[in-house]
């Protein structure tokens, strides 16, 4: 089944030929990567013996065995258990950002969280998580699958802080550039179960926790065997790396104090070392399911299996995307013209989370988020590099405060968009991408796509002293 919903209408337009290249090669890559396949391939139930990749666990020894699953792949990832578990799963908690239609959750409770900021559902979930977790006995076992985005999805504030006052702090931080290692710092130090918080309060109950992540942070190696227990920080589910003093360092760096909740503020004046989130579980099995190398090693594999040459440039791209959007059109015409550092045609790849920066609340008129405005961006630099395309998207399939997961343009683009009498420049002055990107028939729509990989760009330069473009 395609992965993008609204691929015929994109490749009606712009420079066909390029657009189907890097949509084919996009679309196989959030196949591959979707997690629902990843974990299936993880996990057996023979008789009682539930298997984990190379780890064994006798269920008839277990009371109970629960399920807590949040993030954007959630209902992928959550749906291994639930099938391969069926009577043995006891209960649980998911909380979601669309229920998956025609899906069956049994026995599990499930709520429609908010992101990328939470709402009352996320509220509701956190508390049944909460409740699930006190209940739990020494011989129960606890199994978390997370995902990119479970933060927001499953919230609960610390007593004292409001929802709102959540709400509002992560908007701040999103708003002002802050990446997702700095909104972490700081929004998992005012929750009651985000930052391991929760699993902490499974522990002190005595039950076991095993974990599954989808790794959507900078900085961790390719995955060659999911099935291989990897320790990892991040997540309700397990212990976390960003301390009380990494939030403050945010909070100064980017000079939110004044815009932040002022009883965020303060507890950040006052805290102690018990606000300290956990930094270690006991009885605790964690697997890493996924990275962003994972993301474009299977991006450059599918574009060489069509025979096109592909580079991974980066899987740590960052910083202010349109910067990023223009920096990999300039690298694009440097092929294409001066054939280095790589000959033409070509795919390149990058993976990482570059951010929009938002110095006045006011400015935007419309919606979007940083890879919308990534290629908007490289579209007005790319008016001069015939056949070139990109495609950028969050692999999570929401880019910002837009239903789209990202976009995709040419060299035809910016023709177009002049022609429509769209100014690609006051698009990025005012954060209107979306907008803009629907118009030009390039916003690239996925729905959930069970992949939780930050931001993956896919880059096409073809050689035009052979096609005579």
Known sequence: MKKIKNEAVLLQHGVQESRKIVLDILDETLFQLDSYRRIRNMVTLEGSMFTIGNQKWDLDQKDKVYLISTGMAANAMARVFIEVLGERLAGGVVAVHEMEEGMDYGKVQVFTGGHPLANKGSLEAGEAALRLASLAGENDLFIGAMSGGCSSLMSCPMDGL????????????????????????????????????????????????????????????????????????????????????????????????????????????????????????????????????????????????????????????????????????????????????????????????????????????????????????????????????????????????????????????????????????????EHAANEALNDLKGAIVTGATGVTLCDLNIMYVPDISQSGK
């Open 162 to 429: 409001t929802l709102g006052e959540e709400i509002f702090t992560r908007d701040i931080l999103r708003r002002c550039g802050a990446n997702v290692i700095e909104i972490n710092s700081i929004c998992r130090h005012i929750s009651k179960i985000n930052g391991g918080r929760l699993a902490k309060v499974i522990e002190q109950q005595g039950a076991e926790i095993i974990s599954l992540l989808v790794m959507d942070a900078l900085d961790f190696p390719i995955i060659e065997d999911p099935g291989i227990p990897q320790k990892f920080m991040a997540s309700q589910m397990a212990p976390d790396p960003t301390t009380l003093e990494d939030a403050k360092d945010v909070i100064r760096h980017y000079h939110i104090e004044e815009k932040l909740p002022r009883r965020v503020v303060s507890f950040f004046e006052n805290c102690t070392d018990k606000d300290e989130t956990p930094k270690e579980l006991k009885r605790w099995t964690s697997f890493l399911v996924s990275t962003l190398p994972n993301a474009s090693q299977c991006a450059k594999e599918i574009a060489e299996k069509k025979g096109i040459p592909a580079v991974v440039l980066t899987n740590v791209l960052e910083g202010e995307s349109k910067e990023a959007g223009t920096f990999l059109a300039s690298i694009a015409k440097e092929i294409q013209r001066g054939g280095q550092p790589f000959k033409p045609p070509c795919v390149l790849i990058t993976t990482g989370e570059v951010s929009t920066q938002i110095e006045d609340f006011n400015s935007p008129t419309g919606t979007g988020g940083p890879s919308q405005e990534l290629v908007i961006s490289f579209a007005i630099k790319a008016k001069g590099i015939p056949g070139v395309c990109i495609a950028s998207i969050d692999t999570e399939g929401s880019d910002g405060t837009s239903n789209a997961a990202g976009g995709i343009v040419d060299s035809k683009t910016y023709d177009e968009a002049f022609r429509k009498k769209i100014d690609l420049y006051k698009v990025l002055r």
